[in-house]
Antibody, heavy 118, light 107 residues
Framework: EVQLVGSGGGLVQPGGSLRLSCAASGFTFTSYWMHWVRQAPGKGLVWLSRISNNGRNTIYADSVRGRFTISRDNAKNTVYLQMNNLRADDTAIYYC???????????WGQGTTVTVSS | DIQMTQSPSSLSASVGDRVTITCRASQDIRIDLGWYQQKPGKAPERLIYAASSLQSGVPSRFSGSGSGTEFTLTISSLQPEDFATYYCLQHDVYPFTFGGGTKVEIK
């Protein structure tokens, strides 16, 4: 079964850091680019970042560039999102998703919740 | 950034109704558009890719059309399990951008 399982969310104070993980199974991980998307409570979907299949190429939304870092470990079939200097408006459900290069995301993880609050 | 204007933001419909949702892109995105369905507390699921191709396993009552800047998602006969929020996504240019969503509610 194709599956993405996110983890690492939680409650963090403003200015703090958190690392999200997304473990992939059931498919050839190295064939896919990986994305992170978030959804604030009661709001719509917002694309955050993408990493190429070999990990050499990354890109970010303006809202997180310089604070968030996407990476992947192809030996562990896992993609990460390191989040630093977190703010209250980073509070959201964070989804990982896979995509073939040039296509939209076809499989999504279940989401992991991040709450930034003092 | 490319703006995706989705309309309507919400609609009320009955089982069996034909429903149409539109997304307009602020610039030409060719056919680089996907449609997603999201139910409360769940991750989005892709319904349509490349503007008009049906995702495997998705019922044929869902269809997509359009290219360039105008796109449409149609549900030919609304079923009880279709009450959800729908989003379009452009993946032609980074940053990828989503439409604001359309919440389909029971009339």
């Amino acid at each position: 079964e194709v599956q993405l399982v996110g983890s690492g969310g939680g409650l963090v104070q403003p200015g703090g850091s958190l690392r999200l993980s997304c473990a992939a199974s059931g498919f050839t991980f190295t064939s896919y680019w990986m994305h992170w998307v978030r959804q604030a409570p009661g709001k719509g979907l917002v694309w955050l970042s993408r990493i190429s299949n070999n990990g050499r190429n990354t890109i970010y939304a303006d809202s997180v560039r310089g604070r968030f870092t996407i990476s992947r470990d192809n030996a562990k079939n896992t993609v990460y999102l390191q989040m630093n200097n977190l703010r209250a408006d980073d509070t959201a459900i964070y989804y990982c998703a896979r995509a073939i290069s040039g296509s939209s995301m076809d499989v999504w993880g279940q989401g992991t919740t991040v709450t930034v609050s003092s | 950034d490319i703006q995706m204007t989705q309309s309507p933001s919400s609609l009320s419909a009955s089982v069996g109704d034909r429903v149409t949702i539109t997304c307009r892109a602020s610039q030409d995105i060719r056919i680089d558009l996907g449609w997603y369905q999201q139910k409360p507390g769940k991750a989005p699921e892709r319904l349509i890719y490349a503007a008009s191709s049906l995702q495997s396993g998705v019922p044929s009552r869902f269809s997509g059309s359009g290219s360039g800047t105008e796109f449409t998602l149609t549900i030919s006969s609304l079923q009880p399990e279709d009450f959800a929020t729908y989003y379009c996504l452009q993946h032609d240019v980074y940053p990828f951008t989503f439409g604001g969503g359309t919440k389909v509610e029971i009339k």
